[in-house]
């Protein structure tokens, strides 16, 4: 407990001193005065929870100090100290507030008791504070949630009787006004996952929209709730020309707020003005609907309601089939420029129209999973790749914005592209060493490339080309030179004759055998052997 000591008598004050840090280590004697007026002046700054003061000091007395303190509302314990014969004086400070008094001389048990006294007293006055504010935030939560439940009922219900709802604005505090607009709130996908928004945001933006409009109490009533993911703001005035200005203004400051101190996105729909609170569901909808013009306005925005722009054009897949069919043509070749120019030309179809912003998306779902569908190397990639750390078709499905869109799509797609290129050449690597293994099991044979290409499942022609540019040597040569090689090492062997040895490699015909070893290793089977020797 901190305590402050006025009293002319300068000893006193030090044995009141002593006695005090002696025996009670848990307080601490935060200042003195030796007059009334010094006193009042210390004690304003100070702010001690007990003053322990002389009835008799110069310049301003006892009595006047504590009558001061009364009436300046300083809370603050008082405890007086007279001489024998001065009651009546003691009685005034009594009703101004002194608790209690000690005659001089002051006894060392009866200070230390009083003390005791007032320090139990001011915890338990305490303690019934933190009680009553506890009690007065209960019954704030209480009239909050009860507010909260009459908004999401006027926006769920769409006939709500209009004797219940002044009956409820009545019972809770609100104002009827004149003027009514709805705001819906909502915190971007994609600067924080929708299925991991926790409340302490939806709190956050609660309290900011609190705060702004404050100043503005005498012209505005809101409430707020949380309703399908979103904070929901109806405000009520005064009809009034400059209210929808005001309006917006404030709303643009909870956003710019809410990115500037605690770093994300809002947007916020706003509904036309309506003038009776039974038609805020219909205003909810169109909260809902100016909201979701993000996509086409971007996000971080208050957008208003307006009906000519939201007359959307119906669009079917079919209208870009010709530009589809392009897209698929150069997936399947290979090349990310043709398709990054064939991914341009769908888009600007479609932003040639207003199309509306769900359609949009389920239009790109249909074009990737009709890729996914018509190229199995497609769908092999697809299921891996992720964007933003979602699968592409999550991205596409709940993506905010035109602009990110379309930045996923000429991202995406290239790299989709890299990836199965790096799968083609990889599953090429495989298929020429399977043709060769197959080539060096079966040379002996009368094997031909339609031999090898049924083994590796591929057309003739198509492996043709793809062994010529994997080694760089065609089918034909690359058969000859493994049975040369093996020719070259039964020539070594004397038991074995030279015309034995092209049967033995695969050649019916011993010119052929000689023609092709001559062509490869430069002289005749008969000089090979004789040169060995």
């Not at 209690?100 to 139990?120: F, G, H, Q, R, S």
């Not at 293994?437 to 499942?457: C, G, P, R």
Request: with cysteine; net charge neutral; charged share 30%.
């Amino acid at each position: 407990m901190r305590i402050f000591i006025a009293d002319d008598d300068q000893i006193l004050v030090r044995g009141i001193r002593t006695i005090i840090e002696r025996y009670e280590s848990d307080n601490q004697i935060i200042g003195e005065a030796f007059n009334g007026a010094d006193a009042l002046e210390s004690i304003k700054e100070l702010k001690p929870d007990l003053l322990i003061t002389d009835i008799k000091m110069p310049i301003m007395d006892g009595i006047e100090l504590v009558k001061k303190i009364k009436e300046q509302q300083l809370n603050i314990k008082v405890i007086v100290i007279s001489g024998y014969g001065e009651y009546k004086y003691v009685r005034q400070t009594l009703t101004y507030g002194a608790i209690d008094y000690l005659l001089k001389p002051i006894e060392n048990n009866d200070l230390l008791e009083l003390i005791d006294k007032v320090k139990n007293d001011i915890r338990i006055e305490n303690e019934k504070k933190v009680q009553l504010e506890k009690n007065r935030l209960k019954m704030i939560e209480g009239l909050t949630a009860l507010r909260e439940k009459f908004l999401l009922d006027l926006v769920k219900n769409e006939e709500p009787a209009k004797k219940d709802i002044q009956m409820k604005l009545d019972k809770y505090g609100i104002n009827s006004r004149g003027n009514y607009y709805l705001a819906v709130i909502e915190i971007s996908n994609w600067n924080r996952n929708k299925n991991n928004l926790l409340s302490y945001d939806y709190s956050i933006i609660t309290m900011v929209i609190q705060k702004c409009f404050k100043e503005y109490e005498t012209i505005f009533d809101i409430l707020t709730s949380t309703i399908d993911n979103y904070v929901v703001l109806l405000v009520g005035a005064d009809r009034d020309e400059n209210y929808k200005l005001i309006l917006d203004s404030i709303l643009n400051h909870i956003r710019i707020i809410i990115k500037k101190e605690y770093d994300f996105i809002i947007t916020i729909g706003v509904s036309d003005v309506f003038y009776n609170l039974d038609v805020t569901h219909w205003a909810y909808e169109q909260s809902k609907c100016a909201l979701q013009r993000k996509f086409y306005e971007g996000i971080n925005k208050v957008i208003g309601y307006d009906f000519e722009s939201l007359r959307y054009i119906e669009f079917q897949p079919e209208n870009i089939s010709i530009k589809l069919t392009e897209l698929k043509r150069c997936v399947e070749i290979g090349n990310k420029k043709t398709v990054k120019e064939a991914t341009r030309n769908i888009f600007n179809e479609m932003c040639m129209l207003n199309i509306e912003p769900m359609q949009f998306r389920e239009i790109w779902l249909y074009i990737i999973t009709s890729m996914d569908i018509a190229l199995k190397e497609f769908d092999e990639v697809l299921k891996e790749y992720t964007y933003q750390k979602n699968s592409l078709l999550y991205f596409i499905k709940s993506v905010d914005t035109l602009k990110q869109l379309k930045e996923a799509m000429f991202y995406a797609l290239p790299e989709i592209i890299d990836r199965i290129n790096i799968k083609r050449i990889e599953r090429c690597k495989k298929t020429i060493e399977k043709s060769k293994e197959y080539i060096k099991n079966h040379f002996k044979e009368d094997i031909s490339l339609k031999d090898v290409a049924e083994h590796v499942y591929l057309n003739p022609s198509y492996l043709s080309d793809l062994f010529k540019r994997e080694t760089g040597q065609n089918f034909t040569n690359f058969l000859a030179e493994v049975r040369i090689n093996e020719a070259k090492k039964l020539l070594i062997k004397p038991e074995i004759k030279v015309y034995e040895v092209g049967a033995m490699v695969g050649y019916n015909e011993p010119a052929s055998f000689s023609r092709a070893f001559k062509r490869i290793v430069k002289i005749s089977p008969c000089k090979y052997k004789k040169y060995i020797k």
